[in-house]
């Protein structure tokens, strides 16, 4: 029955299905490490769990490989996944928050530790008390101290403890009183959330320190909720995803797949600017241990169901081979036989975990710069946007450039807008540099989808797109965050980013140095090949002499010829 599905309408429901989740991502994902630095983990663990969800990500595609490919087993999968992945990001609101003496680490001066107790400064936001831009690093603030400051601001009444890191379920609770709308002090409206521009200020919050859970097993936690979080979402689109490509390639059909990513990156815009803009403007706390950023993962959980019930009408084709392949050792095989495949991979690896490490902190940098979450949302956007705009140029911009060229001005400008972020002077200015993805990450993938392409023998190509975004890039991007825990932990932002960027610059020139000696050799593309139509041969010479594989018959022909006339074997 699957087989007289019409093209159209799959390809209709695969673009619905991929906005959606697209959307759902969003909503979450890139808003992860600034909801673990408001649960109180510190810098080196944020980045540990960072980290481990995007190893899990990288692992997910080898692993799904050798899953069920029956049709009830595969969609109870999809349907298992689905709601695993919502529990599971459900469950993250669920955490409690850090042990005080963790909260509030500083990534402008690493070693500063002071508490602030006095309200903000004219002009910075209202979350000045207790959050990243007046309690830098407080580790080493002992708790004591900080319950008779909280006290003493109490009983005065002059200043707020609302931090967007001690709200309901990050430790504040017992509210005192609440401020009407109004500017804040020095007479500057100010957004009670981040610092963004708003007509009310938060309510004044006492904090419960007793209800603090120390360090480690909250990051425990954390881990094993974002690694099963990760599993599961990735499996759920890699099943989806595996399952349409299938019933297009059946049916003869897979050209419209190649641009199901657009739907993709519409919807991620949409769903990042939407959930900043509605947390943004929540000016309340739901319970005692429910908040503001949780927003962020009901929207996920909202959207992701949404999915699953577009995957009920998803065709299924079931292949008739049933041996289980190992296209991931072949995709290696192949990586490693090539010289230039071997040297982009090594680019996205590194290009993986340089831009992880910058991206991984970047809220974090953008709250310290007062910034609401309507600019962190606007940020994702415009990076996917500009990534869309350019690939309408795309055409021109191959055969204007080599690949060779498009390679190093992607490194340039990825290390350029890593050197900004290090600089980044106001919130709205990261709008600016975003901007620059558009050639630092979608024309890098032109250029290393063309290599694929290249290389790629018979059903391998998909594989080696897998190893390549995968485990080259998100095993890079695992690593990045791995070390920007720690890199920013003892030297602050502004050295991660410097230090990617010099990182970068180095490597671009071992590039151009090691491309220059690889040998300029063409190979035979057999995919192409088979994918030819042999009923648009011609018998006339002319025709001939223009179908590059009778010219390469030919020669190989002559080389026989001459060499069995010259008694060479």
């Not at 909503?27 to 980290?51: D, E, N």
């Not at 001066?109 to 000045?128: D, E, K």
Request: glycine content about 12%.
């Amino acid at each position: 029955m699957s087989e007289q599905w019409d093209v159209g309408r799959a390809l209709a429901l695969s673009g619905l299905f991929r906005a959606l989740q697209g959307a759902g991502r969003a909503c979450a994902s890139p808003f992860l490490t600034l909801y673990l630095r408001h649960l109180g983990l510190s810098a080196p663990l944020v980045g540990l769990a960072a980290g481990a969800q995007r190893l899990a990500a990288a692992l997910c595609a080898p692993l799904c490989a050798r899953c069920p490919r029956a049709g009830g087993r595969r969609r109870l999968l999809v349907a298992g996944a689905a709601l695993g992945s919502v529990g599971a990001g459900l469950l993250l609101t669920l955490v409690p928050p850090a042990a005080a003496g963790t909260l509030g680490n500083d990534t402008q001066q690493p070693g500063h530790r002071a508490a602030a107790a006095a309200g903000p400064p004219p002009g910075t936001s209202s979350y000045g008390v207790l959050s990243t831009s007046a309690v830098t690093n407080a580790k080493a603030v002992s708790k004591e101290a900080l319950k008779t400051t909280a006290g003493g601001l109490i009983a005065s009444g002059k200043a707020t403890l609302s931090s967007p890191a001690f709200q309901g379920s990050f430790g504040l609770t017992d509210v005192v009183e609440k401020q009407g709308r109004g500017g804040g002090e020095g007479g500057t409206k100010t957004n009670g959330y981040l610092g963004g521009p708003s007509g009310w200020t938060p309510p004044v919050t006492a904090v419960n320190w007793e209800t603090q859970e120390p360090e480690m097993p909250i990051f425990l936690m954390v881990l094993g909720a974002v690694v099963l979080w990760e599993l599961l979402g990735t499996s759920l689109e890699w099943t989806v995803d595996e399952s349409l490509y299938e019933f297009l390639d059946f049916v003869d059909a897979t050209d419209g797949y190649g641009k199901l990513w657009i739907w993709s990156y519409l919807g991620a815009s949409v769903g990042a600017c939407s959930v900043a803009v509605v947390v943004d403007h929540l000016n309340c706390v739901f319970s005692s241990s429910i908040t503001r950023l949780a927003v962020h993962f009901y929207g996920y959980a909202l959207l992701v169901m949404l999915s699953l019930l577009v995957t009920i009408f998803f065709p299924i084709h079931l292949p008739k081979e049933s041996s289980h392949v190992n296209r991931t050792g072949k995709a290696l095989a192949l990586l490693r036989g090539d010289g230039r495949a071997m040297l982009y991979a090594a680019t996205v690896l590194l290009t993986g975990a340089a831009g992880a490490a910058g991206h991984n902190f970047l809220f974090w940098q953008l709250e310290d710069r007062g910034s609401g979450e309507l600019y962190m949302g606007l940020s994702v956007a415009v990076g996917l946007l500009a990534e869309m705009l350019l690939y309408f140029f795309k055409g021109k911009l191959l055969r204007t450039f080599s690949s060779s060229t498009i390679v190093a001005i992607s490194l340039s400008l990825l290390a350029a807008q890593l050197l900004c972020y290090s600089f980044l002077w106001t919130a709205w200015s990261v709008l600016l540099i975003q901007t620059l993805s558009a050639f630092s990450s979608g024309a890098l993938w032109w250029v290393v989808s063309m290599t694929v392409d290249d290389i790629a023998t018979p059903g391998t190509a998909r594989s080696l797109h897998a190893v390549l975004q995968g485990l080259c890039h998100g095993g890079g991007a695992s690593l990045g965050s791995f070390a920007g825990g720690f890199v920013v932990e003892h030297f602050g932002l502004a050295v991660l980013y410097r230090a990617c960027c010099v990182c970068l610059v180095l490597w671009l020139f071992l590039f151009l140095i090691v491309q220059s000696k690889l040998p300029q050799q063409k190979k035979i593309n057999y995919s192409r090949l088979l994918a030819a139509d042999s009923s648009d041969g011609s018998d006339s010479d002319e025709e001939n002499e223009r179908d590059w594989l009778v010219k390469a018959m030919k020669d190989e022909s002559f080389s026989r010829s001459w060499s069995h006339q010259h008694g060479i074997n």
